[in-house]
């Protein structure tokens, strides 16, 4: 599976944006996907995963409320949503994906593929 992450960009705090992930190569109803960021000077964080039927997803508790995964499997892509942004949002946002459970993938289990990342920039 290949994947590619776009959409992001520069956006005032509050603002909105919404990250794509197309991915190619393989049955993409198969795999769970997540999104995943990492700040300067951070480590890797989960943000968000959702089952290969897109009926099950998982989010960190910095997130919940405020971004939204999902996908469309006749497009082959994955989305996320992400609403009232924060400057501690700021971060290189990438997607990944696996077969496994997207429980598993919020712990960080079972990615095997990775697409670039996308720059999201919130500004104060």
């Known amino acids: 599976v290949q994947l590619q992450a776009c959409g992001g960009g520069l956006v005032q705090a509050g603002g909105s944006l919404r990250l794509s992930c197309a991915a190619s190569?393989?049955?993409?109803?198969?795999?769970?996907v997540g999104w995943f960021r990492q700040a300067p000077g951070k480590e890797r964080e989960f943000v968000a995963s959702?089952?290969?039927?897109?009926?099950?997803?998982y989010y960190a508790d910095s997130v919940k409320g405020r971004f939204t995964i999902s996908r469309d499997n006749a497009k082959d892509t994955v989305y996320l949503q992400m609403n009232t942004l924060k400057p501690e949002d700021t971060a290189v946002y990438c997607c990944?994906?696996?077969?496994?459970?997207?429980?598993?993938?919020?712990?960080?289990?079972?990615?095997?593929?990775w697409g670039k990342g996308t720059l999201v920039t919130v500004s104060s």
């Open positions: 990944a994906a696996g077969i496994t459970a997207a429980q598993a993938m919020s712990r960080g289990y079972g990615m095997h593929y």
């Open positions: 190569g393989r049955t993409f109803s198969s795999y769970v």
């Open positions: 959702i089952s290969g039927s897109g009926g099950t997803t």
